[in-house]
Every structure is written in structure tokens, then in C-alpha cells.
């Protein structure tokens, strides 16, 4: 990567999550004891922005947060990750996203969310902030807002020729949405990244696998995208664009927690596609991310740093 500080503009919602440890994540009616508990800034759109921050990159955040105490405690953590939250803009009527999560032994997890502020993010809000994104190097975007916004920041992106990663999740207003209906803007994206089940709902494809990922890829960059990351955890991803269809092996590690991978593949990938238009290598990049932040508890403070990215992809590398 360059020696350079590339700029990335997140769109993502921002959470507080509270993160229980537990041997067993309950059954309804059932009570567990927890082992441990973090209480940190999550979401998309904070969790992204630190990853592409650590990686070393001027990051600007923009997402929505309530009139409540978490707002404070939101802005004051993004400032000790030098994530800029001048376009965290405040819905005083509402509560901050909350996401409480609970992690068993053997690193699963399960999540329940309400999402306040998220939900008021606005094209308006992404108007406010047109002269940051006019000036990325890649905008960042997780579809789990307001669909009217994201459209907008999509629009926005294209306007200034903008490279654009979009994580094509449901929109918040419209949670049965089928994903095969999402907006034709999604599809200008020039590179789209999702997990496989999510893929196999967009493309109505059934039993989704790592054998029918090519197709499923292929299927989406027919739509309109550049480029399609699949990730498929532990099988790795399929990389896949008009002329080509390349496996990315992951990482073998030792599981604790994999709350924040998602979030740190997106965030590394970003800075790395920022400064070099090179799928596979941002990929890989990505996934050796992705790797590490299972490797500890918590979703923020289990994103890793560059320095330790780059070393799992030379230890990696000489094995």
C-alpha cells in the first residue's frame, strides 16, 4: 500500500453494543449466566471507519446518533481512532442505536437491535456532507439505513467518480423487503461486497454454496457491478467480475469472537482498494483482517491494526 494517507468516506449506521459472554446463547425462556461484558461504539458504520483508520487512512464518518448520553460517548470514541464525525449528525427525538449481543463458546453470536437515530439518516444529511465525498478516494457504504439515503450517497459517489464499495443489506424502513428488489442504483456500484446468503437472496438462487458462488457472482455482475466479493467465512471468498472468477482462501485462525469480522474485511478492504485498484490483493488484504478480529472479544476493540495485518500476510506467506 502507499505511503500515503488515502481518504475514505464511511455511510453506516452507528450503534452502543452490548456485547455478554456466555457459555450457551439462550433458548426463548431460558436464563444464562454471562462471563463477561464489553459496552463499546459498534455498527457498520463506526466499526468500518476505525478499521479504515487503522489501516492508516484520513476517514470521515457519516451516520446519525441520538439526542441521549451515547451520542457523547460515540464522538469522543471515534476521536481517540482520528475518525472524523463532523457528518454524525444528531435526531434529538430519538435514541442512539443499541445492539445487544451475546457470544458463546465457540464464537457464535447472536444480535438484537433497535435502531433509533439510523433510521432518520436522510438524503439531506448526505447533501451536507457532498464536499467529502467529492474529495474520497472510495465511499464506503452498508445499505442497513434508509433507502432514500443510501440512493443518494450511491448518486453522489457517481457524481464525482467516486469508487464505490456497497455492502448491499436491506434497507431499515423495509425489513421483508425481498433483496431481489433492491434499487437498480445498487448495481452501480463498482464493487459490491456480501456474504453468500445474502448474494443467493438477491439472485433468487437456491442452495446457495461454495460451488454455485461463481454463479451467483456472476449473476450480479451481469446487473451492472464492476466487481463482487463473496464472503463465505471459513470457505474464504469468491472474487468475481466479467472476465474472471477467483477463489480467496481465508485464513486459518483460532476462534473467539466473530463479531467484528465483517466489519474489519469491509473497513481494511476499502483501505486498500483507496490507494490500489486491485480486487484480489484488497481482498486478501481483507480477509487477513477479517482473521484477526476474531481473534479477540468485542466488535471496536477487536479490529486490528495494519502492522498486524501485514504481518499475518508475510507469516502466511513464507509458511
Not at 464511511?10 to 453494543?17: I, K, P
Not at 492508516?56 to 470514541?77: N, T, W, Y
Not at 432518520?120 to 465525498?133: F, G, N, R, S, Y
Request: with cysteine; glycine share 8%; aromatic share 4%.
Amino acid at each position: 500500500m502507499s505511503a500515503r494517507n488515502p481518504k475514505v468516506v464511511v455511510v453506516g449506521g452507528t450503534y452502543v453494543d452490548m456485547a455478554i459472554r456466555c457459555g450457551q446463547i439462550p433458548s426463548p425462556g431460558q436464563s444464562v449466566t454471562g462471563s463477561a461484558l464489553s459496552y463499546t461504539v459498534a455498527g457498520p458504520g463506526p466499526n468500518r471507519a476505525v478499521e479504515a483508520a487503522l489501516c492508516g487512512c484520513e476517514v470521515h464518518l457519516i451516520s446519525k446518533v441520538g439526542g441521549d448520553p451515547f451520542a457523547q460517548m460515540i464522538r469522543e470514541s471515534l476521536a481517540e481512532f482520528n475518525v472524523d464525525a463532523e457528518h454524525v449528525s444528531t435526531a434529538e427525538a430519538k435514541n442512539t442505536g443499541v445492539l445487544v449481543t451475546l457470544v458463546n463458546a465457540e464464537g457464535e453470536n447472536a444480535d438484537c437491535f433497535c435502531a433509533g437515530a439510523n433510521s432518520a439518516l436522510q438524503p439531506l444529511d448526505i447533501t451536507a456532507a457532498e464536499h467529502v465525498i467529492s474529495e474520497a478516494d472510495v465511499c464506503l457504504i452498508h445499505g442497513g439505513l434508509p433507502q432514500e439515503a443510501i440512493v443518494s450517497a450511491l448518486r453522489c459517489a457517481e457524481l464525482y467518480g467516486v469508487k464505490v464499495i456497497l455492502n448491499p443489506a436491506k434497507p431499515l424502513e423495509q425489513p421483508s423487503q425481498k433483496s431481489c428488489d433492491l434499487p437498480i442504483e445498487y448495481f452501480s456500484a463498482g464493487l459490491l461486497i456480501l456474504n453468500l446468503d445474502e448474494a443467493a437472496d438477491i439472485t433468487e438462487q437456491s442452495g446457495a454454496n461454495i460451488r454455485t458462488a461463481k454463479l451467483i457472482g456472476s449473476d450480479l455482475v451481469a446487473r451492472g457491478a464492476n466487481d463482487v466479493v463473496i464472503t463465505m467465512g471459513r470457505r474464504g471468498c469468491m472474487v468475481v467480475d466479467r472476465n474472471n472468477a477467483d477463489h480467496v482462501p481465508a485464513f486459518e485462525i483460532e476462534s473467539v469472537d466473530n463479531t467484528g469480522r465483517g466489519d474489519a474485511f469491509a473497513g481494511a478492504l476499502a483501505a486498500y482498494y483507496a490507494v490500489k485498484h486491485d480486487v484480489k490483493g484488497a481482498v486478501q488484504f481483507a480477509s487477513a483482517a477479517g482473521a484477526l478480529a476474531c481473534t479477540k472479544f468485542g466488535s471496536l476493540e477487536a479490529l486490528p491494526a495494519k502492522a498486524d495485518i501485514i504481518e499475518l500476510l508475510q507469516k502466511t506467506a513464507t509458511e
